[in-house]
């Protein structure tokens, strides 16, 4: 991989949510209804990109049945199409990654490849 430009990405363009709505320690325990809300929430914000933290998130968005989507590998820093307007980029658990520095360097090397994904875009 090359180097990384230091661009800052529009902040109109990112947009952070939690993968369950409910408020549970084990999301495994989430009800249907509260996963729902997720996928109504992807249908009303219409991402570009969903950046996938950690292999919890990465079950969960599998098991949506969101319309069009492909399943998403658990490969760290690669971008992979969930549907067709639709990119998905799988990055290990922040909260996991901030305990040694290479779990941290693992993270931003994943994570700077969402930075070369808005570099990408059409100036539009």
Known sequence: MGPVTREPIDPLVVYGTLCVKCPLEDPAL???ECVGRLVEE???VEPRVIVVMGEPA???LN???FPLSRPLSPT???LQSFT???DALYTPNVDD???SDSAKREFWQAFRVLGEWYADLPPY
Do not use: F, K, R, W
Request: net charge negative; aromatic share 0%; charged share 20%.
């Open 30 to 32: 989430a009800s249907g």
């Open 42 to 44: 992807l249908m009303i």
């Open 58 to 60: 990465l079950e969960t």
């Open 63 to 65: 098991e949506l049945g």
């Open 76 to 78: 760290v820093g690669e």
């Open 84 to 86: 067709p307007t639709v």
């Open 97 to 99: 990654s901030l305990d």
